[in-house]
């Protein structure tokens, strides 16, 4: 066993981050997806895509799109053009206690 399970006043609550550890982890690389709308198609329909074919996503072109992490929103925000290409400016954080439910605020 090691000194800190055996001895639990040196024992940190799981849901507090040891601020020394913190940067081992800001590094690392995630998938980032910027999600414009979403909607169920039944087989048959997918089957007959082709080029032309249109997919009604059931949104606003003037409604905020969403910023994901691991399937979870983080942000919402509006499509821009930068340096030629598609971007994302925020407009909306989600708050911590929403995108990491199971940490306790």
């Known amino acids: 066993m090691s000194e800190m399970n055996q001895n639990p006043?040196?024992?940190q609550p799981t849901n507090q981050v040891d601020p020394s550890?913190?940067?081992?982890?800001l590094d690392?690389?995630?998938p980032v997806v910027v999600r414009f709308g979403r909607t169920d198609?039944?087989?048959r329909t997918l089957t007959r895509l082709g080029p032309g074919s249109?997919?009604?996503?059931g949104r606003s072109p003037?409604?905020?799109?969403?910023?994901?992490?691991s399937n979870r929103v983080v942000a919402r925000g509006e499509v821009v053009?930068?340096?030629?290409?598609y971007g994302i400016r925020?407009?909306?954080?989600?708050?911590?206690?929403?995108?990491m439910p199971w940490v306790e605020a």
């Open 54 to 57: 249109v997919i009604d996503l």
């Open 81 to 85: 053009i930068v340096g030629g290409n």
């Open 28 to 30: 690392i690389d995630l």
């Open 21 to 25: 550890r913190i940067d081992v982890i």
């Open 90 to 99: 925020i407009l909306d954080v989600v708050s911590p206690s929403e995108r």
């Open 41 to 43: 198609l039944p087989l």
């Open 62 to 69: 003037d409604e905020p799109v969403e910023l994901m992490v």
């Open 9 to 11: 006043e040196n024992a």
